[in-house]
């Protein structure tokens, strides 16, 4: 396994939309520009996507591929997620027992804008959908 990580660009979207509706995720806004894709050789694996808001930035959209999944793709991507983000980084998620051991903590107070995406997600998400935030160290 050779994995590389890039920019996505306008021809990995179709892809990326179509994991995204059928891994259920956030389908709001998608642009090529906030996210990154790995690959194995010229297969897509996966992806993730920084998403900017007035007030916060949100991690998100991380999927990878059924069939290449608990090999460590995932972590890959929220990592190199994390480095290129500012030094807080918000995510709204159903797993927060995927996303804890990465760093993340459950919060109570979120931006505006975290706040409104769990009340618009509040239905959609397939269980209970908790803000969480990720701190770099100093
Ligand atoms: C969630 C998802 C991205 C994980 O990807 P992955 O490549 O399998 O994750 P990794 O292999 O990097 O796993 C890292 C660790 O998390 C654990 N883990 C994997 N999936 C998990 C889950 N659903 N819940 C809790 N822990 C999980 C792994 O066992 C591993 O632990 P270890 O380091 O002790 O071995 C993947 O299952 C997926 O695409 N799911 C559908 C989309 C989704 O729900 N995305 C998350 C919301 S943004």
Same mark, same amino acid.
């Given at each position: 396994?050779? %994995? ?5 660009t306008?021809?990995?979207?179709p ?5 995204? $509706?059928?891994f259920?995720?956030? !389908?709001?806004?998608?642009q ?8 194995? /050789? ?5 992806f $993730?996507r &920084?998403?900017? !808001? ?13 069939e290449?999944?608990?090999? /460590?793709? /995932?972590? %890959?991507?929220?990592?190199? %997620?994390?480095?290129?983000g500012?030094s807080?980084?918000?995510?709204t998620?159903? &797993?927060?027992?995927?996303f ?12 505006g ?13 397939r269980?209970?959908?908790? /803000?969480?935030? !990720?701190?770099?160290?100093?």
């Amino acid at each position: 396994m050779s %994995l590389t990580i890039r920019n996505a660009t306008n021809p990995d979207m179709p892809a990326i939309v179509r994991m995204i $509706g059928e891994f259920h995720l956030d !389908y709001e806004n998608l642009q090529p520009e906030q996210f990154i894709v790995v690959e194995d /050789g010229e297969l897509m694996v996966g992806f $993730g996507r &920084l998403k900017p !808001y007035p007030d916060a930035t949100e991690l998100g959209c991380v999927g990878v591929l059924h069939e290449r999944r608990k090999q /460590g793709i /995932g972590k %890959l991507i929220v990592d190199e %997620l994390i480095r290129r983000g500012p030094s807080t980084i918000w995510i709204t998620t159903d &797993l927060p027992d995927y996303f804890r051991p990465l760093g993340f903590k459950e919060a109570n107070h979120v931006p505006g804008s975290i706040r409104k995406k769990l009340d618009r997600f509040r239905d959609f998400a397939r269980g209970k959908i908790v /803000g969480m935030r !990720y701190d770099k160290p100093v």
